[in-house]
């Protein structure tokens, strides 16, 4: 469930997912006004075959919450953000009929500014590489689908020429627990941080590749249990 990346001028973005989709991962992404593109990576609780409904309602609501809120030359970003992930919130719950977990990082990219205004609700810290160094995006709210009334922050952030956001889903950071070896298969934050900053420069296709690639030769084979998930964003000029 996720549809074509828009063009983006003055940037790129790209998303991979590694083998069969068989839990709750969900990106997607639309032009939302002349100036900016919304994309968002969502992690519904569950397997996929249970939760249909419930991406269906998040992508549903995403799209056209997303056009609505965000269509205005004058729109508050901020405000906006916030209203959208509160829409979501509530559509998630009415769809699974209670409470169904699901961390979000969305983010609206304003082509002109080259600003990012973006909520992390319980996501694992979204990566912003730059030539200053790199920063955790880290959450900043409770996961959407808990409580029909919580909010989450919208902060924004500036990307400069250069600049590499990259955003990766729980299960490629939390891997597995081989019960044979007693051995640890997560592949970490740290170690997705590693390959950032060792393919800044390859384009976000080679970027998202290449963290998923990493990640299951750190699981030592192919057998993925949960969904592994990488998406960037690149702002080229």
Known sequence: MAGQFPQIEGAEIAAATYGKRVAGDFYDSLRVSPQRVLFGLLDVAGRREDNQ??????????????????????????????????????????????????????????????????????????????????????????????????????????????????????????????????????????RVKERLLADRSQGVQKICASVLNAAVECACGPLVHEDMTALALVRSA
């Not at 965000?70 to 559509?91: H, K, P, W």
């Open 53 to 190: 409904p419930v991406l269906l309602a998040a992508q549903n609501i995403f799209r056209a919450s997303g056009l609505e809120l965000f269509s205005g030359s004058d729109v508050n970003e901020s405000e906006a953000m916030t209203e959208l992930c509160l829409r979501l919130n509530r559509g998630i719950m009415q769809a699974a009929e209670g409470v169904r977990s699901c961390p979000a990082f969305i983010a609206c990219y304003h082509e002109v500014f080259g600003t990012l205004c973006y909520t992390n609700a319980g996501h694992i810290p979204g990566l912003l590489l730059d030539r200053t160094g790199m920063v955790e995006l880290a959450s900043s709210g409770l996961p959407l689908g808990l409580f029909s009334h919580a909010l989450s922050e919208a902060p924004i952030a500036g990307m400069e020429k250069g600049a590499v956001l990259l955003l990766v889903s729980r299960g490629l950071v939390e891997g597995e627990h081989d019960e044979r070896s007693g051995e640890d298969l997560s592949f970490g934050l740290n």
